[in-house]
């Protein structure tokens, strides 16, 4: 029996489920980096801190020191915060993951089952051929004896 219509809209369907799956899954990544780059960028500015004030104490200047100090503590902070945002936006990304193969599994399952739909017909209207062909052979040649 051919594929039903049913059958080839069930697919599409989860063909464009993955397809977006995919997207929400690549911008969730997307977003996880953007949040380490900004950790590490942070991470940089609490070094920046230390080195000014580092640097005040040879030269002597107090308001370099209060400023490095100020800056590698909410440069702390901040990495603090962020730390937490990535531990989240991991979890995020994990389930997004999780969800992404298990649609791309219900795809697979329905392009399996169109595929072997197929493969069967196939095989059925070769054999219908086939017979026909025999049946054709044996007529013309009851044909030729009569």
């Not at 609490?46 to 580092?54: D, I, K």
């Not at 599994?105 to 017909?121: F, H, L, M, W």
Request: charged share 35%; glycine share 2%; proline share 1%.
């Amino acid at each position: 029996m051919p594929v039903s219509r049913a059958l080839r809209r069930l697919l599409r369907v989860r063909q464009l489920e993955e397809d977006q799956r995919r997207a929400a899954l690549e911008s969730a990544i997307g977003d996880l980096h953007r949040l380490e780059e900004a950790l590490a960028c942070n991470q940089q500015r609490e070094r920046l801190g230390r080195e000014l004030v580092s640097a005040s104490c040879r030269t002597g200047k107090l308001v370099d020191r209060i400023a490095g100090i100020v800056e590698s503590y909410i440069a702390l902070r901040q990495a603090s915060l962020l730390e937490n945002k990535i531990v989240n936006a991991s979890e995020s990304v994990s389930e997004m993951r999780e969800v992404y193969l298990s649609t791309r599994v219900d795809r697979r399952q329905a392009e399996t089952v169109i595929e072997e739909t197929e493969s069967r017909d196939e095989l059925e209207a070769a054999r219908h051929s086939q017979q026909d062909m025999d049946d054709w052979h044996r007529t013309r040649r009851q044909r030729r004896i009569t």
